[in-house]
């Protein structure tokens, strides 16, 4: 291995996982309760009952991941998530 490739290696490595980590931050609301995107994770709480869940990207969908199988979520142009429990908007 030579040096560039020593010392390129674990940068790419680092983008691709700012890359691929989501770009997703923050809490959103809906009617029905929240999602809080927050260091890699994010935490699902409806009917006051949270839940810890991975979640993985893919363009303007937001895959949550959970035992009972991946549950998909768009983000809509104006910033806000279309969820199985209706439009969740982000607080500020």
Known sequence: M???TRFLA????????????G???GTYQGGMGSIKFESGKAYAT??????EMDYRTDGD???LRSPEGDLVLTRDAD???DTPWGKMK???
């Open 79 to 81: 910033g806000s998530l």
């Open 90 to 92: 982000k607080r500020d």
């Open 2 to 4: 030579n040096m560039h």
């Open 23 to 25: 770009g997703v931050s």
């Open 46 to 51: 409806l009917m006051q009952v949270t839940r």
């Open 61 to 63: 969908k937001i895959i």
């Open 10 to 21: 674990p940068a790419l490595a680092a983008l691709l996982l700012v890359a691929c980590g």
